[in-house]
């Protein structure tokens, strides 16, 4: 007990009287031991401390622990522990889908106060303006999350999204809503990245699917809100200032409560921070499990080095094999086209006499209910499958696309087919292609390379999303709707084959475990 009140309150140096008084009631705790050895780890890198564990130690066991599994009879780490942080992280996707949906309706009324009416060039820019800041936010957001830590990260995503909504609520001319979207899409830019890492990373791995699955919710849920929010623009003047301002709320609420989350024990390990990695752990798993999980990023640290990750290494070392299946995952989530859905699907509502106010929620909606299904499968039918049965699906949906697009004699019936391929498409993305690349990618990313590669990545994602909705309009005109459509569908296929052959399952593996088998010799 004396022991134990020692440790609790951080009494390292008394170290030898705890041991002593334990020892007096029969033998050694070995469990204060390992204690105390955090503590020297603290003091010491990770390989330091792994040539004093020596090679007689266990590393054997522990690595075939890790490739096959733990097979001790233990319960699992209780989810209430983690729920609260995740929660927390997973208000910046909340923020990045509120974002990229708050203009979308009152993009006409903003036009015309503050002063571009009838500018399409203006309005476009005051659209995309979003996606150049979030790709700069992005492009530093694995320096910043390995600088800082992920949870200064989260902070320092809230603050631009705070200045850029106050700028963009208050401006009166162009310049100002043009900077104020800029700053807002650096915060976006930074705090998807890195929510997946964070969630990824604080996860039991039981739930890491079902956690990994917020992000996609979170983000659905902005949209949909944004979409609300716009409803009462034309009949209220003024009222899209008042959509601007509501977003700092949850921005402010990010950057307060993330003080009292936990940090990610996998960074502050990395920075030989192991007593503090192992307390955190304490607070995520329960201490039963805590000592496991620090004695794992052990064994996977020890041939370890703590130089900086160069670019050269991600895209041409002995990395460049997940590295590229993650931009690659990327580049074909968004060559499906699902942003040209996101961005121009008003035009096909509107063309059915549906209002775009209501056509809107229902993709909402669509997008939601398929995030909620895909939270409640991941854990359970795996990654993978999700993947290629969600790309599957969508390329069916744009073949719906592409008949509806071919009949004009049967205008009506083409255009609620052309609809109803829309929802279903939207719904198809919702369950797999959406929120699996998210949490695959920290997943199979190594711990060194994890925050960097995340960014590289999402920088792909940026471009190429920026270029298929620069170009859609443009192809849409040149080279017809089925040619377009059909484009989109080959996409969603090649997609199925790759993900066949080069996604691994990692459904129900800890993060050593996927580390070991994507990386052993």
Known sequence: ?????LWRGRSRNDFGVALFSDSLTGGWNWKMLWKFRSSVHKRMSSKEMMSVDGGDTGDGDVSARLRHGNEKDCPTPPWKFSLPHVCVAVLSSFL???????????????????????DTMAEGLVVSVCLGGAFLGCMFSGW???????????????LPMIIGASISASTTNLQGMLLG?????TGMGLGPPTASLYVTEISPSYLRGTYGSFIQIATCLGLIVAQFMGIPVKNIPGWWRLCFWVSIVPAALLLLLMEFCVESPHWLFKCGRVADAEFEFERLLGEAHASEAIAELSYLNKEDDTESVTFSELL???YNAVVSTGAALFALQQMSGINAVFFFSSSVFKTAGVPSAPANICIGFSNLAGSIAAMLMMDRLGR????????????????LQVAASSFPSYAPWSVYLSVFGMIVFV?????GAGPVPGLLLPEIFPSRIRAKAMALC????????????????????????????????????FAVVFVKKKVMETKGKSLQEIEISLLSP
């Open 458 to 493: 999402m920088c792909v994602h940026w471009v190429v999303n920026f270029f298929v909705g620069l170009l859609f309009l443009r192809l849409m005109e040149q080279l017809g709707p089925p040619a377009l459509y059909s484009i989109f569908g080959l996409a969603c296929f």
């Open 427 to 431: 719904l198809s993305f919702a369950l």
């Open 181 to 185: 979207r800029f700053l807002v899409g």
């Open 384 to 399: 993978k499958f999700l993947l290629m049965g969600s790309f599957l699906a969508m390329a069916g949906s744009m073949g």
């Open 1 to 5: 007990m004396i022991a134990r009140l």
């Open 316 to 318: 041409c070392g002995r």
């Open 96 to 118: 990045f889908g509120y974002h990229i949906g708050v203009v979308n309706e009152p993009l006409e009324r903003i036009s015309h106060d503050v002063g571009f009416g009838g």
């Open 144 to 158: 910043i999350a390995d600088g800082v830590g992920r949870r200064r990260a989260f902070q320092l995503s809230s």
